[in-house]
């Protein structure tokens, strides 16, 4: 007889599907240049991801939690942390590299997240008494930069790569914080439904700043447009959907100790997709992170009861989460 998956296992499995959905990002983002212009790259997804977000909000029922965050201030510090985030993202894809922005993303979320968590939230504060899970973290961490510098990765930060490479892991670790514990009080499809179409209203009205302008937001070719619509549902909606799951299934930490799974992603989609071969060093990199995970995985890791989930039901279409241990 089968038997359900515990809390951290399902969190695991949620957390690792979003952190190969979140690899892909940058290889949609290298398919459809120069043919698209960053302008486009940063506006449509966040579009379309919103808009998947906002129908979902709608469905669950929560179309008060909507108008009620217009009048948070926070939610709209939440906003320009993800639109401040993406467009770090999409410069350090461009002037880093794929491999290298995913190391950044990794310093954000397996290292940042958890130690701020600890040190201003009080959240996790137990597990930083545990070797075992700071270890593993350490294991988790260097085995994935390992990946990164046997994928061709750790270039030299030069100029603008330096402002780059120090906003891109604290605005990822924040945003998600502020993110994850607004998702405690409201449902997580409404809070980061208005977040994301928040950042859509936001980079287009920067978006004159961004290389391409609004004359690149005209993008006409089907093949293009079809990627950015599917880069928009994956890295945008599906994604996050699949992270926040996690979070509400075994708190923050975990989740964001198994994003080093994304460079480990990163250098398989870069040999599958262009034929690169890995060097030695980035193959020992991948059993280093996942045993690190491993190990950071044990211990308690228990889920969120969101205030507004007290009555004792889950948002219309949450999936079934298992309380075993």
């Known amino acids: 007889m089968s038997q359900r998956l515990s809390a951290p296992q399902l969190a695991s499995i949620l957390a690792v599907l979003a952190a190969f959905l979140w690899a892909t990002y940058y290889f949609f983002v290298l398919g459809v240049t120069p043919?698209?212009?960053?302008?486009?790259?940063?506006?449509?997804?966040?579009?379309?991801?919103?808009?998947?977000?906002?129908?979902?909000?709608?469905?669950?029922?929560?179309?008060?939690d909507l108008v009620a965050l217009t009048l948070d201030p926070v939610a709209y510090a939440r906003i320009g942390l993800m639109a401040s985030m993406q467009i770090l993202v999409l410069a350090g894809t461009y002037v880093l590299g794929a491999v290298d922005t995913s190391l950044l993303t990794l310093?954000?979320?397996?290292?940042?997240?958890?130690?701020?968590?600890?040190?201003?939230?009080?959240?996790?504060?137990?597990?930083?008494?545990?070797?075992?899970?700071?270890?593993?973290?350490?294991?988790?961490?260097?085995?994935?930069?390992?990946?990164?510098?046997?994928?061709?990765?750790?270039?030299?930060?030069q100029g603008l790569g330096w402002a780059v490479a120090i906003l891109v892991?604290?605005?990822?670790?924040?945003?998600?914080?502020?993110?994850?514990?607004?998702?405690?009080?409201?449902?997580?499809?409404?809070?980061?439904?208005?977040?994301?179409?928040?950042?859509?209203?936001?980079?287009?009205?920067?978006?004159?700043?961004?290389?391409?302008?609004?004359?690149?937001?005209?993008?006409?070719?089907?093949?293009?447009?079809?990627?950015?619509?599917?880069?928009?549902?994956?890295?945008?909606?599906?994604?996050?959907?699949?992270?926040?799951?996690a979070i509400q299934t075994a708190g923050m930490v975990l989740p964001a100790v198994l994003m080093a799974a994304i460079p480990v992603?990163?250098?398989?989609?870069?040999?599958?997709?262009?034929?690169?071969?890995?060097?030695?060093?980035?193959?020992?990199?991948?059993?280093?992170a996942v045993f690190g995970a491993v190990l950071a995985l044990r211990g308690e890791h228990p889920p969120w009861s969101p205030s507004y989930a007290t009555g004792g039901s889950d948002p219309p279409g949450s999936p079934d989460v298992s309380r075993t241990r």
């Open 35 to 64: 043919e698209v212009p960053p302008s486009a790259l940063v506006v449509y997804p966040f579009l379309i991801g919103g808009l998947a977000y906002l129908a979902l909000a709608l469905w669950q029922g929560h179309g008060r």
């Open 107 to 157: 310093v954000g979320d397996t290292v940042l997240t958890p130690l701020m968590l600890m040190a201003f939230l009080s959240e996790g504060r137990h597990r930083a008494r545990s070797l075992l899970f700071l270890f593993g973290i350490a294991l988790s961490t260097g085995g994935a930069s390992l990946t990164i510098a046997g994928g061709g990765g750790a270039q030299p930060v």
């Open 169 to 245: 892991p604290v605005v990822v670790a924040a945003y998600f914080i502020l993110a994850a514990r607004e998702s405690r009080r409201r449902p997580t499809s409404a809070v980061v439904a208005h977040a994301t179409l928040g950042a859509a209203a936001v980079v287009f009205l920067l978006s004159p700043g961004i290389p391409g302008g609004f004359s690149g937001l005209v993008v006409s070719h089907p093949v293009d447009v079809g990627l950015l619509v599917v880069l928009g549902l994956t890295s945008f909606f599906i994604a996050p959907y699949l992270y926040f799951r």
């Open 265 to 288: 992603f990163t250098l398989m989609l870069s040999a599958a997709l262009f034929a690169t071969i890995p060097a030695p060093l980035g193959l020992l990199g991948i059993p280093v």
